[in-house]
Every structure is written in structure tokens, then in C-alpha cells.
T-cell receptor, first 112, second 113 residues
């Protein structure tokens, strides 16, 4: 059974701080990694994806991947109250796989 | 803009009823997915389809079936609804080979009494 683990939170950070969200996965063959943001009462929206070891930056967001440690993280710099949401980590296995396996999500609260 | 629509935002049904949840996407995506989301359990895949008339079981297919007669439409069917199927149901679609462009519909909150 492929598993994706996240700390459920809530994670509270003050406005302007860096929020760090973490995710581990069990399938060593996983090749694609995604971060979704889900506001309360809304559906998930994709905000970051990463395929290679290292960092990938997009605006205030940085995704970090370490395949050897089976670990992926999302950093949100200069956190804003509008970043308050649940963040879902999703992992896809190798070529030929259609399925994304989601973690249960980490709830982030950014305190003004 | 990709648009994934679901037939109902809220639905209330009785135990034993047959329930149809409809999902339509307007971007000619090959792949469509049905998930359910429950507190503490996260997002779980029920079924997916990678082409018309093709379907594959996800992690929790028991009690559900699906139909994909047209590329743009993917239906989830609860043959005999039970209270443990009360949940938020989310449909998603994406083109083949483009996992970075998976879009979700707004969801249907189904309550089975």
C-alpha cells in the first residue's frame, strides 16, 4: 500500500514568516510530486510540482525534493493570511501509473 | 480555462436509493477521476478512466460503479446508497502525461440518510 504522510497540524505561523510543510512517501519508485492548496469548502488547486531532486521556486513558494530520504517539502515565504488553507501533498508512481496518492493534508494558519 | 463541473453541489438521498453523480469537463482530457474526501481520511481515489468506456478501480471502489460513454462525461453511481457513503465527492480531469494539470471540480457533498 503506497502511503503519503503529512503532519495534520494545525501549523500556525505569524504573518511574514516562513511556513514549512513536510511530506514523506513510502513508494521509492515515485517520480512526480505535487502540492495542492485547499481552502475551506473549496476543491484542491495545484500550486507546485517537482520531479527532480533539489529545489524548485515559484514566487513565494519553494518545493524541495529528496528522493533518497523519500521526503518532499513546501516552503512558503512571507506568509500571508490568505495562505491559510489545508495543503495536500500528492505523489505519482512511475511511468504508466495514472494514480495520484494524496496525503491527508496539513492545515496552515497564518496569524496576522 | 479548464472547467470541470459537477451536477450538484449538495445532494441528500435515502439509504438504498440509486445515486448518480455527474462530472463534465470541457478540455478534451483523456483522464478523469472520482475521489471522496472525508475528515481524517483525506482524498481517496474511487475509480478513474483513461479513455471512453475504459475504467480502472482506485483504492476504494466497493459500493461504487462508473460510466464513461463520452469523453467529456464521467459518472459515479452508487447502486444502493448507504450512510457510510456520506462524503464530499470530487471529480478531476487531466490530459495524458500531464499530471501537472489536474483540475478538480467544485465537489458534491452527498448526505445519505
Amino acid at each position: 500500500q503506497k502511503e503519503v504522510e503529512q503532519n495534520s497540524g494545525p501549523l500556525s505561523v505569524p504573518e511574514g514568516a516562513i511556513a514549512s510543510l513536510n511530506c514523506t512517501y513510502s513508494d521509492r519508485g515515485s517520480q512526480s510530486f505535487f502540492w495542492y492548496r485547499q481552502y475551506s469548502g473549496k476543491s484542491p488547486e495545484l500550486i507546485m510540482f517537482i520531479y527532480s531532486n533539489g529545489d524548485k521556486e515559484d514566487g513565494r513558494f519553494t518545493a524541495q525534493l529528496n528522493k533518497a530520504s523519500q521526503y518532499v517539502s513546501l516552503l512558503i515565504r512571507d506568509s500571508q493570511p490568505s495562505d491559510s488553507a489545508t495543503y495536500l501533498c500528492a505523489v505519482k508512481a512511475g511511468a504508466g501509473s495514472y494514480q495520484l496518492t494524496f496525503g491527508k493534508g496539513t492545515k496552515l494558519s497564518v496569524i496576522p | 480555462d479548464v472547467k470541470v463541473t459537477q451536477s450538484s453541489r449538495y445532494l441528500v438521498k435515502r439509504t438504498g436509493e440509486k445515486v448518480f453523480l455527474e462530472c463534465v469537463q470541457d478540455m478534451d482530457h483523456e483522464n478523469m477521476f472520482w475521489y471522496r474526501q472525508d475528515p481524517g481520511l483525506g482524498l481517496r481515489l474511487i475509480y478513474f478512466s483513461y479513455d471512453v468506456k475504459m475504467k480502472e478501480k482506485g483504492d476504494i471502489p466497493e459500493g461504487y460503479s462508473v460510466s464513461r460513454e463520452k469523453k467529456e462525461r464521467f459518472s459515479l453511481i452508487l447502486e444502493s446508497a448507504s450512510t457510510n457513503q456520506t462524503s464530499m465527492y470530487l471529480c478531476a480531469s487531466r490530459p495524458t502525461g500531464r499530471e501537472d494539470t489536474q483540475y478538480f471540480g467544485p465537489g458534491t457533498r452527498l448526505t445519505v440518510l
